[in-house]
T-cell receptor, first 111, second 119 residues
């Protein structure tokens, strides 16, 4: 099956700075990589995703990059704001649309 | 668009009782839904794949007789935790797959979760 590793486990940034979270995956057949934001007591919210036919995707302050050769992908958040504080999960597909999740990254934006 | 709801959001029950959780895709049809369980400060663990019109597929280690899944329509899947015990207390989250193209991978949207506490 797919194994997704995510690091760092926690990340503190000053408001306005950038945050980067990196993930690696093991299954070379994976072709879809979503990122989810989860606030306390809520379900995960899809914030951006990337498919294997592109190397980068951007949506306002959020961007994702994918390196299929090295099997890693990263989430970039620029101009961080306090409302960006949450747990972020990366995921990769395997077998029949199933998602394997990383362990999550607690991002804390310090005002 | 792509909204998924769950009901109830929170449930407390006595040990030995059964609890049903509903997952609905509100603005799209989903032939496939997934059920996850999440313990505090941990990641999401896939429990099973719910397929409309057919039996659910369970992940290794998940008891199918304890976690009954029914995908009755293209917008509704239910998870019933039978004979619940305190160790079943967890955050249960469903997701629904929205087909975005005829080829490639579809997009998975999550519900808000159901907090189950078994006394």
């Amino acid at each position: 099956g797919e194994n997704v590793e995510q690091h760092p486990s926690t990340l503190s940034v000053q408001e306005g700075d950038s945050a980067v979270i990196k993930c690696t995956y093991s299954d070379s057949a994976s072709n879809y990589f979503p990122w989810y934001k989860q606030e306390l007591g809520k379900g995960p919210q899809l914030i951006i995703d990337i498919r294997s036919n592109v190397g980068e995707k951007k949506d306002q302050r959020i961007a994702v990059t994918l390196n299929k050769t090295a099997k890693h992908f990263s989430l970039h958040i620029t101009e961080t704001q306090p409302e960006d504080s949450a747990v972020y999960f990366c995921a990769a597909t395997y077998g029949n649309n199933r998602l394997a999740f990383g362990k999550g990254n607690q991002v804390v934006v310090i005002p | 668009g792509a909204v998924v709801s769950q009901h109830p959001s929170r449930v407390i029950c006595k040990s030995g009782t059964s609890v049903k959780i509903e997952c609905r895709s509100l603005d799209f049809q989903a032939t496939t839904m997934f059920w996850y369980r999440q313990f505090p400060k941990q990641s999401l663990m896939l429990m099973a794949t719910s397929n409309e019109g057919s039996k659910a597929t369970y992940e290794q280690g998940v008891e199918k007789d304890k976690f009954l899944i029914n995908h009755a329509s293209l917008t509704l899947s239910t998870l019933t935790v039978t004979s619940a015990h305190p160790e079943d207390s967890s955050f249960y989250i469903c997701s629904a797959v929205q087909r975005t193209s005829t080829s490639g991978t579809d997009t998975q949207y999550f519900g808000p979760g159901t907090r189950l506490t078994v006394l």
